[in-house]
């Protein structure tokens, strides 16, 4: 199966986020649109502005203190950065798409601010919550609402109607992060090489 494109991929997103009242408040694609997409569901919570190079400082300040991190996630960087602490210097001082954040920016996120992100993509939803359980955890009202977009892109998502219940994404372990990330890449080698073998007129 083909992988859809970015374009392809934000039309159906936003079809699902529309069909439980939900749509995409777009931020800038500057690098470090995963920090503005939690600083704002910070600010829309809190009624306190968040700037995201704070949400960044505090991930990163957290993600060097606390060694399970690197436990967890050098299996999963160890192929593009060659060891996790190296992941961590490119992605805390890099530029462009040199410091786009992901899983494990997110992970670290959750137990930074004792909050559950509920993460939409275009095919599937899912949580992640942090080490420590907390009653704001609990509730599905108070989760913070992030869109993923293709090409490491995220944006913060809003009510069309404050009033509607949203129905609450399946639960994601954090154990399982590293081997969804690894069938992750496998698929889209296995949809590079389909393309690539289809261009070639060998099949």
Request: charged share 30%.
């Given at each position: 199966?083909?992988?859809?494109?970015?374009?392809?991929?934000?039309?159906?997103?936003?079809?699902?986020?529309?069909?439980?009242?939900?749509?995409?408040?777009?931020?800038?694609?500057?690098?470090?649109?995963?920090?503005?997409?939690?600083?704002?569901?910070?600010?829309?919570?809190?009624?306190?502005?968040?700037?995201?190079?704070?949400?960044?400082?505090?991930?990163?300040?957290?993600?060097?203190?606390?060694?399970?991190?690197?436990?967890?996630?050098?299996?999963?960087?160890?192929?593009?950065?060659?060891?996790?602490?190296?992941?961590?210097?490119?992605?805390?001082?890099?530029?462009?798409?040199?410091?786009?954040?992901?899983?494990?920016?997110?992970?670290?996120?959750?137990?930074?601010?004792?909050?559950?992100?509920?993460?939409?993509?275009?095919?599937?939803?899912?949580?992640?919550?942090?080490?420590?359980?907390?009653?704001?955890?609990?509730?599905?009202?108070?989760?913070?609402?992030?869109?993923?977009?293709?090409?490491n892109h995220f944006d913060s998502i809003v009510p069309l109607d404050p009033s509607k219940k949203m129905k609450e994404p399946r639960g994601f372990s954090r154990t399982l992060a590293v081997e969804t990330a690894e069938a992750m890449m496998q698929e889209s080698l296995q949809v590079e090489l389909f393309d690539d073998t289809?261009?070639?007129?060998?099949?």
């Amino acid at each position: 199966q083909k992988r859809l494109s970015r374009h392809g991929e934000m039309v159906k997103l936003d079809s699902r986020l529309q069909e439980v009242g939900l749509m995409r408040f777009l931020i800038p694609g500057d690098g470090d649109c995963l920090y503005g997409a939690l600083a704002h569901q910070l600010t829309l919570r809190s009624q306190k502005t968040a700037q995201p190079q704070d949400v960044k400082r505090r991930i990163f300040t957290r993600m060097k203190q606390e060694p399970s991190y690197k436990e967890l996630f050098e299996p999963e960087v160890q192929m593009d950065f060659g060891s996790f602490d190296e992941y961590v210097r490119i992605k805390e001082h890099g530029r462009g798409s040199e410091a786009w954040g992901g899983l494990p920016e997110l992970v670290v996120f959750c137990d930074e601010y004792r909050k559950k992100v509920s993460l939409f993509m275009h095919n599937t939803s899912y949580s992640v919550t942090p080490s420590t359980t907390t009653p704001d955890v609990k509730d599905p009202k108070k989760a913070l609402l992030v869109a993923y977009v293709g090409q490491n892109h995220f944006d913060s998502i809003v009510p069309l109607d404050p009033s509607k219940k949203m129905k609450e994404p399946r639960g994601f372990s954090r154990t399982l992060a590293v081997e969804t990330a690894e069938a992750m890449m496998q698929e889209s080698l296995q949809v590079e090489l389909f393309d690539d073998t289809c261009i070639s007129g060998i099949v």
